[in-house]
C-alpha cells in the first residue's frame, strides 16, 4: 500500500501521472492502476481528471496529508532498523548547482559509497533554483541565501569569492588596483545571482560598497563562466573553489586581493515537511565533514597558497 501512497503524492505533487511516473521510475498506467486501486480502497475520488492534467478533490487534499505522513512514519522506522543494523541503504537524490557538483561533491562520495554499499546517490545538477517537492529532490546543496520559507537549513561552509582573470588578459588590459577600475573593464557576468550587475566589496577598513559592472558577456550557468574567464574573456567574480588547480598553478591569478568580495554560505537545504531519513543524514554528515577539512571551503583562507 505504501506504492500506491507515493504515487498518489507524486501525483498530486507534480500535477500528472506522467510527470510521476517519470519521478518513480515507473510507467503511466502501472501509475494510473495504482490510483485506482487507492481510490477503490478508500472509496472515494481522489483526483479529477482532464486532458491538462489533474487536481485534488475535496477527500484528495484530505487524504493528502495523511499519506505523506504515512511515508515519513514508514521512513523513519526503515531508518531506525537500518541504523540499528548499521546499514545506510536506498536512494537519495541530491541537487546541487553545476559546477559545485562537478569539481566538490561528485569527487567526494567515492568514501560514501563505499562505506554505504547500499546506498545510492543520484545527483541532479541545475544552476536554476528548482522546486525539492516537484522535482523530488531529498536534500539540496545551495550557495548564497534560501528564501524559500518552507525549507530548512544547515549550513556546510562558506564559499569564499575573489575577482580573477588569466595572466594573458591582464598583460593586454592591465592589473586594476581598485574596485572602482572594474567599471572600465570587461566583467563576466553570472545571471544566476541578483549581484551580476554590481559586485559588492569590503575593504581594508571594512566598509562594504557596491561596484557596478558590464561587459559583452553574461551566461546562465557558472560553468559558463568559468570557462569564459579561462578563456581570458575578461574578469571574473568567482568562487576560489572553481579554480582550485587553475590559482595554484597560476592560470588564473586573484586581482584587488586587499578587498573582499562578500562570502556566501554553503548549506544543505531540505523540505520542511518530511522528516530527514537516515540515509539523507548520512550524504549531509559525509559532505559536512568533507568541506570542514577543504580550506576553500571555508573560512581559513580566500585564496589557495
Not at 545571471?191 to 551580476?196: F, N
Not at 588564473?252 to 520542511?272: G, K, R
Request: charged residues 20%; hydrophobic residues 45%; aromatic residues 6%.
Amino acid at each position: 500500500m505504501l506504492l500506491h501512497f507515493r504515487a498518489f503524492v507524486r501525483v498530486a505533487e507534480l500535477g500528472g501521472f506522467s510527470a510521476a511516473a517519470r519521478a518513480l521510475n515507473a510507467s503511466q498506467p502501472a501509475i494510473s492502476r495504482q490510483i485506482a486501486d487507492l481510490e477503490q480502497k478508500v472509496g472515494a475520488r481522489l483526483l479529477h481528471r482532464s486532458p491538462t492534467g489533474v487536481s485534488l478533490t475535496e477527500e484528495g487534499r484530505g487524504f493528502l496529508n495523511a499519506a505523506r505522513a504515512a511515508l515519513d512514519a514508514a521512513d523513519a522506522a526503515l531508518g531506525a532498523i537500518g541504523e540499528q543494523r548499521g546499514a545506510i541503504e536506498g536512494m537519495v537524490r541530491l541537487g546541487s548547482s553545476i559546477v559545485f557538483g562537478r569539481l566538490q561533491v561528485l569527487p567526494r562520495l567515492a568514501p560514501l559509497l563505499e562505506q554505504h554499499p547500499g546506498l545510492t546517490v543520484e545527483l541532479a545538477l541545475s544552476d536554476s533554483v528548482v522546486d525539492l517537492v516537484q522535482e523530488g529532490i531529498d536534500v539540496s546543496i545551495r550557495i548564497g541565501a534560501v528564501t524559500e520559507p518552507d525549507l530548512v537549513v544547515r549550513r556546510l561552509g562558506t564559499s569564499r569569492r575573489a575577482v580573477v582573470a588569466t595572466p594573458a588578459y591582464l598583460e593586454k588590459v592591465g592589473t586594476p588596483q581598485h574596485p572602482d577600475e572594474l567599471t572600465h573593464h570587461q566583467c563576466i557576468r553570472f545571471m544566476g545571482l541578483t549581484t551580476r550587475e554590481g559586485w559588492p566589496f569590503e575593504g581594508p577598513d571594512g566598509t562594504t560598497f557596491t561596484v557596478p559592472v558590464k561587459g559583452q558577456l553574461r551566461a546562465n550557468t557558472s560553468e559558463a563562466v568559468r570557462e569564459a574567464v579561462l578563456q581570458g574573456l575578461g574578469f571574473g567574480l568567482c568562487p576560489v573553489w572553481m579554480f582550485c588547480k587553475e590559482l595554484r598553478d597560476g592560470t588564473v591569478v586573484p586581482v584587488l586581493t586587499d578587498w573582499t568580495p562578500t562570502a556566501l554560505p554553503i548549506q544543505a537545504v531540505f523540505s520542511s515537511r518530511r522528516q530527514v531519513p537516515a540515509r539523507v543524514r548520512a550524504v549531509v554528515e559525509h559532505l559536512a565533514a568533507e568541506f570542514r577539512l577543504d580550506p576553500l571551503l571555508n573560512d581559513l583562507e580566500a585564496v589557495p597558497a
